[in-house]
């Protein structure tokens, strides 16, 4: 299996929205760009929802078919571990491990300064290991070149430099690990469904370079000549949409934008257009995150930034029209209305939805007109095209 130049990870909670954002892509075909599409869903997801990894395959084969999609799918597993792979990085490695990998590899060490180099490789090579075991675990169920393979490396606690990802993917390239993609952390903050908080500048210098340490590791060390970077959080990060177009463009790279969590938003906002029931209970929804804001936000705590003093109270939603509703959460940060407490509040409350069971996912076919629009339009008009269409828009 081979990733194409361009992708895009669409997560769908509860397996409703997979034609209406196929139908993003499809437009963008039509418009002379190929942009592939990967549903991902973690365990952690399926488990608060109900779900099984078969529906979300499902859901997209359905939406392939309905809309004769002749380009390549995925469905992504979202989130893989071994017992407590997360809490590898910063682990130390197996005792002269670090020594030895640099003596391989002379020019990962920093001219001058070998401790440096030490302490990187240190820090990441107890992580790139426990990736090996996982690798080669899915490999002997399924077989080499029957899946796709991203390694992660975002959620840690600081931003990796381009010396840090060239040593990564050294180290990768050890563990005979084919990646297709690599997600590192960039400066900033990725928050969920809002707006990159940074420097810009800055990253764009960052993701210049990640593309350089990636081309060079492909030649020197052997890896997929499709291997490319992956953003995560890519949804609404909207400033830095710009900077990515202009360093593809320049380099001829491609790159992964994975937008799991605004579909949810999305379908939220379709809900509460189509008034009445629909408007109902996304205002139940909200008031029921609010009452339970704390729990659900724990999970979340480093990819949040909520001012409590900033949401407002259910009993003011309770009196909002189908457009306040729809205006506070859009992330159309040109409306006065737009509340980004509320929308982060909001997507991490997708637990509220599932404990509501059928009466939720009942609404979502009675309002699938407005969601659907709501979906194909914003994945469209405010993901894809900033990024990967021709003209921008």
């Known amino acids: 299996m081979h990733l194409e130049k361009f992708s895009l990870g669409v997560g769908d909670r509860f397996a409703h929205q997979a034609k209406a954002q196929l139908a993003a892509c499809v437009c963008a075909a039509t418009r002379g760009v190929s942009v592939v599409p990967v549903w991902n869903k973690s365990n952690r997801e399926h488990l608060i929802i109900g779900s099984e990894p078969s529906t979300a395959r499902a859901a997209a084969g359905g939406a392939v078919r309905e809309l004769h999609w002749r380009n390549s799918y995925y469905v992504d597993a979202d989130h893989i571990n071994l017992a407590d792979v997360a809490d590898s990085i910063g682990r130390a490695p197996a005792a002269g491990r670090a020594e030895a990998f640099l003596a391989r590899h002379p020019e990962l060490t920093k001219p001058g300064d070998r401790e440096s180099s030490l302490r990187t490789a240190h820090k990441y090579l107890a992580a790139v290991e426990d990736a090996g075991r996982i690798y080669r675990h899915i490999e002997n169920r399924k077989g080499a070149g029957n899946f796709i393979t991203e390694v992660s490396i975002d959620e840690t606690d600081s931003p990796q430099t381009p010396p840090d990802l060239q040593l990564i993917l050294a180290a990768v390239a050890d563990e005979k690990i084919p990646i297709q993609t690599i997600a590192p952390k960039f400066t900033g903050r990725f928050n969920k469904g809002v707006d990159y908080r940074g420097d810009v500048a800055q990253f764009e210098r960052e993701f210049a370079a990640d593309v350089d340490v990636i081309l060079h590791a492909v030649e020197r060390y052997g890896l997929p000549r499709n291997l490319k ?132 996912t009942d609404l979502l076919v009675t309002c699938e007109e407005s969601i659907s629009r709501n979906v194909t339009q914003n994945l469209l008009d405010r993901h894809i095209a900033p990024i990967f269409l021709d003209d921008g828009s």
């Open 229 to 360: 970077l992956s953003v995560h959080s890519g949804s609404d990060k909207f400033s830095i949409y710009a900077p990515i177009r202009r360093v593809l463009r320049q380099s001829g790279a491609g790159v992964h934008l994975k937008t799991a969590g605004t579909t949810w938003l999305e379908e939220l906002i379709g809900l509460a257009e189509a008034d009445g029931a629909g408007l109902a209970v996304a205002k139940e929804i909200y008031a029921s995150a609010y009452e339970h804001r704390d729990e659900l936000c724990a999970p979340y705590a480093a990819v949040i930034d909520i001012d409590p003093a900033r949401l407002p109270s259910p009993e003011s939603v309770q009196s909002w029209t189908a457009v306040e509703f729809a205006g506070a959460l859009r992330h159309d940060q040109a409306n006065a209305l737009f509340n980004p407490n509320l929308r982060q509040l909001l997507h991490v409350g997708y637990k509220i939805a599932a404990h509501m069971g059928k009466r939720y």
